[in-house]
């Protein structure tokens, strides 16, 4: 489980992976969508993001993610689950 911060670091780690956007550039404010992302590389990110924390999105979340922001504080939140 990590802190927000932490979290951040490593979701934009690896969405620079799946976009041409440069980490640095990646704002928690960003939305998905504007990131390049088309439907089968947001596949990918979901899939990355669940093997990268262990955990699992339901496809109902998955498609709630709009912004860096939202695929962090879903991680939070189902490692918050985890944990208690």
């Known amino acids: 489980m990590g802190d927000y911060q932490t979290i951040i670091a490593e979701v934009a780690t690896i969405l620079s992976e799946k976009t041409k956007i440069k980490r640095e550039n990646l704002k928690p404010d960003l939305h998905l969508e504007e990131s ?3 439907s089968f590389a947001r596949i990918e990110l979901v899939l990355a993001m669940e093997e ?5 999105l339901s496809d109902s979340e998955a498609a709630d993610l709009s912004t860096v922001d939202d695929v962090v504080r879903v991680i939070m939140s189902k490692q918050d689950n985890a944990a208690g």
């Open 52 to 56: 990268h924390f262990g955990i699992e």
């Open 36 to 38: 390049g992302l088309d």
